[in-house]
């Protein structure tokens, strides 16, 4: 069993500011550091240091060769990655003195996945393994039916939120993962019973993992309804404490942990994530994950 992950890869241009810029506002930043992101990266990144084999399909442009090798040097496959005349997505990050961040995102060539690439990547999927979705990529309804033509189990991260998200069937997938602005976008709802409810009942064979920062996250699908409470340390930078809980989730259903005993584990790996700084490099391998989960319990 394996995974492909078919998703953006960023560069990460990231400032410390005392709060985030205002309308009209100039504001002098007192730190930057240039790291690499995209969801999609990070959820590989995530998903190998968790342990598991993974698959990255996407697109870069010119100036993506680090993207690539950062990949590679962190055990994914990158054989699904192709160059394309575009630059690669880059983002724009400020992250505050309370470790929030708010992110500008230029897709670039994230934009350009074509249908023939697809295939090709897809065709190395089969029937039991899982295949990862985040929205920073076009073609995701295309993505979406290759995939469950060739019996693989979808996840998707509806991040960031577009309209045309919105309006992609999203019953498709097996796990549908959200935070609390995503589920609000979905559902209309501002709390999170609501939330789940109205998900669960627009899409009822499919499991919905609601994540909810400093409340924690809630899993449900038809036999279970699990509750894990965040683990709190000191925020330095949330950027990819999201990225870090799919990755470590897939992870968990892929070895067959119990959900309750899962969700723990992807608590402890985001608790980490959020107390370093940058979206990739926060992401804690296994070992530190095991390490940090027995000092929880002593
Ligand atoms: O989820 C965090 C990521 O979102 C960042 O790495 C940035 O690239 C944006 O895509």
Request: with cysteine; aromatic share 6%; net charge negative.
């Amino acid at each position: 069993m394996k995974v492909i992950n078919y998703g953006s890869l960023n560069w990460d241009y990231v400032y410390q500011v005392p709060h985030m810029v205002r309308e009209g506002e100039t504001l002098a930043a007192y730190g930057m550091e240039t790291f690499l992101g995209g969801k999609g990266l990070n959820q590989s990144i995530a998903l190998a240091r968790a342990g598991v084999p993974v698959l990255h399909g996407g697109c870069v442009g010119e100036d993506g060769d680090g993207l690539i090798s950062y990949l590679k040097t962190n055990g994914v496959d990158t054989s699904g990655i192709e160059k394309v005349e575009e630059k690669s997505g880059h983002t724009i990050i400020q992250v505050d003195s309370n470790g929030q961040n708010c992110i500008l995102l230029y897709g670039g060539a994230n934009q350009k996945q074509n249908i023939d690439h697809i295939k090709t990547v897809l065709n190395q999927g089969n029937s039991g393994d899982y295949l990862v979705l985040q929205n920073e990529v076009n073609e995701i309804e295309y993505i979406m039916q290759i995939g469950k033509e060739r019996g693989m189990r979808l996840v998707i991260n509806p991040s960031p939120i577009d309209p045309a998200i919105l309006k992609a069937p999203l019953g498709m997938a097996d796990y549908l993962l959200v935070n609390e602005i995503e589920g609000q976008a979905l559902t209309g709802a501002s709390e999170p019973d609501q939330m789940m409810k109205t998900l669960r009942t627009r899409y009822p064979n499919t499991a919905i993992l609601l994540t909810l920062g400093e409340e924690g996250a809630w899993y449900e699908d038809r036999k279970q309804s699990v509750r894990q409470k965040a683990i709190r340390v000191k925020a330095v930078d949330t950027t990819a404490a999201g990225d870090t809980f799919t990755g470590y989730f897939i992870a968990g259903l892929m070895e067959g942990y119990a959900m309750e005993h899962l969700l723990y584990r992807c608590a402890a790996a985001s608790a980490l994530a959020v107390s370093r700084n940058g979206a990739s490099a926060s992401i804690p391998q296994r070992e530190e994950v095991e390490t940090f989960l027995r000092s929880l319990d002593v």
